[in-house]
């Protein structure tokens, strides 16, 4: 059983920064990739990074160059930090994971980029 907590939402304004850990409990999860995804009002989830067990990354072109997804094992937290945000980026944040076949999902954290 993996529960995922995202938190660390907020509002900021365009230009602004913001970091969101996703916390896991249950079994370490060093060893699963580690998923953000985002969904906008009236638009489908889409999917933001990735890291891997061994720590590769990889990210949507939207996020490329402005997001850094890391995680620190030791707390089994993976946080997707985020930088010159803009209005584009308002949205529910969420961390996923699957294990042993099974996804998880945690509940999300609201993230509102406006002035």
């Known amino acids: 059983q993996v529960q995922l907590q995202e938190s660390g939402g907020g509002l900021v304004q365009p230009g602004g920064s913001l970091t969101l850990p996703c916390a896991a409990s249950?079994?370490?999860?060093?060893?699963?990739?580690m998923h953000w995804y985002r969904q906008a009002p009236g638009k489908q989830r889409e999917w933001v990074a990735t890291?891997?067990?061994?720590?590769?990354?990889n990210y949507a072109a939207s996020a490329k160059g402005r997001f850094t997804i890391f995680k620190d094992n030791a707390k089994n937290t993976v946080y997707l930090q985020m930088n010159s945000l803009t209005p584009e980026d308002t949205a529910v944040y969420y961390c996923?994971?699957?294990?042993?076949?099974?996804?998880?999902w945690g509940k999300g954290t609201q993230v509102t980029v406006s002035s």
């Open positions: 249950g079994r370490p999860f060093s060893i699963n990739a």
């Open positions: 890291i891997t067990g061994g720590g590769s990354t």
């Open positions: 996923h994971t699957v294990r042993d076949g099974i996804p998880y």
